[in-house]
């Protein structure tokens, strides 16, 4: 079984035989991707994290395909049916479905028809008719001798025997994968109002629509689906019927053949038409909507990705405000470690408009904890609030910055376990506050808190398949984690139970141990929490990171194994001038992957990645909706990507599209090709003001 999945995963993926070997033992030995990818690159030819998961992904399936395999065989030989013919067909599969569909006529389960002629003992009749070897009058003569209690004329024999032919040809693997085929080229996919359809909802422009399946974009199939699950809509699948009946007669009907290829044929349309084609149809929307789905988690990963991306805020103190009316304007201090610190709330909005005394309570706090930057949150009251700063700021001539941030899914962690943990005294609205702040400082550690399915950044994320997003999601966040690295002096316990090898027990353990020992200054320590052993220290131990510990190393990304090996190449090597590698490599009995990799962590000790990429951008102008004009000029940022555009954050309530048509000049097939979340964005044109439904259009153009 091993050898042939080895074959398989050569065929499918892009690794040797010994780097697919190596990801298999490491992986069985308990060794987690984002360790394998970053300290195994000699086992794996250096294959990345985004390469080790596909390769997951495939391992997993084809583990599942050769049991399944080994199955079909089984109950195969077990029915005394697996000949060499079915033997080879099933060698030659190289997906599940096929696997299945060459079993399907094996199967006890037929349809009612099939099954009263099997039982009726018209088998014998069906193989003389599918023989093609007789004349009408052939079959009649013979089919007299099937005619009995049940079977009570001629006609119920050679009705009962072409309900079997029927069935062999809806089973035939071949048959089912030309058609197969055909629908997936060639099948449009058709809407129509049903009866509660409702004209002006948000279906409108579903209706009516002949799309071929092939070339119908991914956000419009869950639109339709959501609306047929809605019954707004009926879909169904068409495709050209004739073209198939006539390949049937030219193909599976031998030109030599006898009277009787009319009654095969009669049975092979009603086979298509009855059995093959309802069901090929129905597994076509299947089809689609899992693709969509797949394209729909895909997006939602790389907007997740790049927002995890957004570089951190460093070494400030920053005050939240989450914005509000009525209730107004919670805020929330947190130092440069992201450590609470204080908290209060103002009201300089309407109703009260109290300015006076909420600039005194803001300056108070600037003053008493060297505040540097403020995160205001982008929801109800956003631009009020952020119009109270902005004058405060100038008035006061302070030499603070602010910023409007995502608020989306602060609600969902102030009110959540994690946050009752950690800040058990304060109230909810406070922690949203909290939250706020975190996020300007490390988004990171903020968002990792938050179900990333309630941060706003995919599409149709209700109508995928909720397991595999997850799945997609934790994967990601994962990766990301370790590969940018966690201060375990500062981390929260969910930050911690990202990182290789780490439980969320585990984390909680480092936690409570933390609070004992108040600090840990070397990785070794890490050893003396409860519950890690040599596997959870080896995993883990590599992506963690000690910012003024005893040893240096400690606040890198090289792992403890290789610190010999790296006070070494300290001791003998000029870091900056090590131009040969190979030749260093060899010289110090070591790879020139795992090499580089030192050398790269000892000239940039505790370098963070993220600031390669989106740097916060500070807000300068506050927008009004009924300001706006059409070719008005602004700035803003990517809050969201999907298939059909990008939200922009401009300073309103609600976020301005940019529709994809309005993205370049050049014809783009994804805004993710031009795009990217919280990309900041200059010289946006305003294309359509709606004040009624307080919708902007952007464009670019």
Known sequence: MTNNLIVLLEEKTNLSTKSITNIINLINEGCTIPFIARYRKDYTGGASDEELRVFEETYNYFQKFLKRKEEIENLLKEKNFLSEKIQKNLNDAKTIQALEDIYTPFKDKKSSRTSSAIENGLEPLANIIQSMKYSLEDINYKAKQFVNKEIKTIDDAINGAKDIIAQRYADDFKSKEIIRNLISNWG??????????????VYSNFTNISEKIKYIKSHRVLAILRAVNEKQLSIKVDIDEKHI??????????????????????????????????????????????????????????????????????????????????????????????????????????????????????????????????????????????????????????????????????SVYSASKIAAQEYPNLDVTIRGAISIAGRLRDPMAALVKIDPKSLGIGQYQHDVNQKE????????????????????????YKLLSFISGISENLAKNIIEHRAKIKKFTSKEQLLDVKGIGAKAYEQSVGFLRIKDGKSILDNTGIHPEDYKLTNILQKNYELEKIVDFEKAASELNTTPLKLKDI??????????????????????????IEDLKEGYTLSGIVRNITDFGAFVDIGLKNDALLHISQISQKRINHPSEVLSINQNLENIKVLSVDLEKQRVGLTLK
């Open 245 to 410: 009946l006539e390949n049937i007669k030219k193909y599976k009907i031998p030109s030599h053949a006898n009277s009787s290829k009319e009654l095969v044929y009669d049975a092979y349309k009603d086979g298509l038409k009855r059995l093959l084609l309802p069901s090929l149809k129905r597994e076509a929307i299947n089809t689609l909507k899992e693709k969509a789905s797949l394209e729909a988690i895909e997006l939602f990963g790389k907007n997740l990705k790049e927002l995890l991306l957004t570089a951190p805020l460093v070494n400030q103190v920053i005050l939240g405000i989450d914005p509000g009316y009525k209730t107004g304007c919670k805020l929330a201090v947190i130092d440069e470690n992201g450590n609470y610190l204080d908290s209060d709330v103002i009201y300089p909005t309407k109703p009260k408009e109290d300015i006076k005394t909420s600039s005194k309570k803001v300056l108070e706090l600037i003053k008493k904890y060297k505040i540097s930057s403020i995160a205001i949150g982008n929801g109800t009251a956003s631009r009020e609030t952020a119009n109270f700063v902005d004058e405060l700021i100038k008035k006061e001539n302070l030499d603070v910055n602010y910023a409007i941030v995502s608020e989306i899914g602060a």
């Open 469 to 492: 997003l997850a799945q997609k999601l934790e994967n990601i966040t994962i990766d990301l984690v370790n590969k940018v690295g966690v201060d375990i002096n500062s981390a929260s």
């Open 599 to 624: 050398v790269s962590e000892l000239l940039k000790p505790g370098y963070d990645v993220r600031n390669e990429f989106n740097q916060v951008k500070f807000s300068s102008d506050i927008l009004n």
């Open 188 to 201: 449009i996919l058709e809407t129509k109002e049903a009866k509660e359809f409702d004209k002006n909802g």
